[in-house]
């Protein structure tokens, strides 16, 4: 009885120990080693090679040989469901246990507003950064909130963009919104900020009268 015990035990803890040196084929090895625990016991029992009651005498060191293996079985199926569980993530051709991003992390990354192509610059980054601060603007999902009326976000994004930039004249008490040399990318902007005709509000403004609170947007450029 003892050494049908400590056979199975032994069986059982070069098991594990494989599974611990293969991390990557764990799952593999502790189902393939209770698949065959449970077949071979059963098929055994099948063909008579292992009569667990024999004379109906259940209390045999081959009936209790006979449970003992099933159990076991059924312990390393168990161990093998209770890895991946405890994993909650996928092992790499290394042999690392990976975690994946879960689905919040995932949408908060997916939400998050990415600046790409011509709007992409240092200045952009700088300037959207402060206005956020300032309270102007805030991330909304992928895309830019603006808070303030849309000719002020239009001088924004023509000084970031264009080179446009506040002009004084000589005897004048009024300040002038001249622009620069370099096209406004409209059609980015309106997406960035989900919203349109950015680019028509500064077009109506050419070489008039800077926006109300135009001060506070030359602050971010500073």
């Given at each position: 009885m003892l050494?049908?015990?400590?056979?199975?035990?032994?069986?059982?803890?070069?098991?594990?120990?494989?599974?611990?040196?293969?991390?990557?084929?764990?799952?593999?090895?502790?189902?393939?080693?209770?698949?065959?625990?449970?077949?071979?016991?059963?098929?055994?029992?099948?063909?008579?090679?292992?009569?667990?009651?024999?004379?109906?005498?259940?209390?045999?060191?081959?009936?209790?040989?006979?449970?003992?293996?099933?159990?076991?079985?059924?312990?390393?199926?168990?161990?093998?469901?209770?890895?991946?569980e405890g994993n909650k993530g996928k092992i790499n051709k290394n042999g690392n246990i990976v975690t994946p991003v879960s689905e919040e992390q995932t949408a908060d990354i997916d939400a998050s507003v990415v600046l790409s192509g011509t709007l992409n610059t240092e200045l952009a980054k700088k300037v959207f950064g402060k206005a956020i601060e300032a309270g102007y603007m805030e991330e909304h999902g992928s895309h830019y909130k603006w808070k303030e009326s849309k000719v002020l976000l239009a001088y924004m994004c023509g000084r970031i963009y264009c080179g446009d930039y506040p002009e004084r004249l000589k005897m004048e008490t009024k300040t002038y919104w001249k622009f620069g040399m370099e096209l406004?990318?409209?059609?980015?902007?309106?997406?960035?900020?989900?919203?349109s005709d950015i680019g028509q509000s500064r077009q109506n403004r050419k070489d008039l009268t800077v926006p109300k609170n135009f001060q506070k947007i030359d602050i971010f450029f500073e």
């Open positions: 050494q049908i015990i400590f056979l199975v035990i032994g069986l059982c803890i070069i098991v594990l120990a494989l599974s611990f040196a293969f991390k990557r084929y764990a799952r593999l090895i502790l189902w393939s080693s209770a698949i065959t625990l449970f077949a071979g016991t059963l098929l055994l029992v099948g063909i008579g090679v292992i009569n667990p009651i024999d004379g109906d005498n259940t209390g045999s060191a081959t009936f209790w040989g006979t449970i003992i293996t099933l159990i076991s079985g059924a312990a390393l199926a168990f161990c093998a469901e209770m890895m991946k406004f990318p409209d059609a980015e902007l309106c997406t960035l900020f989900d919203t």
